[in-house]
C-alpha cells in the first residue's frame, strides 16, 4: 500500500493558479498510471487527470487546456498545476494510484476553493 498525501489546495479568485502536489510514501517508478480526481459536494467523484510511468498524459473534460499533470519519479511525486481556474473546479482534489487489486490507493484530498 502506498502512503498518498496532497498539498497546495487553497482559495483562489476566479482566473488565478494552484500548483498540487502527491507526495508518495514509496517510490513511484514502477507505479503504472497516477491520476488526480475531485468531488465537489453533491457530485460524484470524477477523474482531473493521468499519468503513465512513460509520460503519457489523459484529461478530463472540463480541463481543455487548463491544467497539465507531471511526476518526478526521482522525487516521489506528482504534481498538478492548474490554470485559469473558474468557481467549478471548486472541489477536493485526491490523488490515487491503482493497487494492482482493482481498487486504488487514495490520498487524504487538498480542498481546493476558486471565488468568483
Known amino acids: 500500500q502506498v502512503h498518498l498525501v496532497e498539498s497546495g489546495g487553497g482559495l483562489v479568485q476566479a482566473g488565478g493558479s494552484l500548483r498540487l502536489s502527491c507526495a508518495a510514501s514509496?517510490?513511484?517508478?514502477?507505479?503504472?498510471?497516477m491520476n488526480w480526481f475531485r468531488q465537489a459536494p453533491g457530485n460524484k467523484r470524477e477523474m482531473v487527470a493521468g499519468?503513465?510511468?512513460?509520460?503519457?498524459?489523459t484529461y478530463g473534460n472540463f480541463v481543455k487546456g487548463r491544467f497539465t499533470v507531471s511526476r518526478d519519479n526521482a522525487k516521489n511525486t506528482m504534481n498538478l498545476q492548474m490554470n485559469n481556474l473558474k468557481p467549478e473546479d471548486t472541489a477536493v482534489y485526491y490523488c490515487?494510484?491503482?493497487?494492482?487489486?482493482?481498487?486504488?490507493?487514495w490520498g487524504q484530498g487538498t480542498q481546493v476553493t476558486v471565488s468568483s
Open positions: 514509496s517510490s513511484i517508478v514502477n507505479i503504472v498510471a
Open positions: 490515487a494510484v491503482p493497487t494492482g487489486r482493482g481498487d486504488w490507493d
Open positions: 499519468i503513465t510511468s512513460g509520460g503519457s498524459t
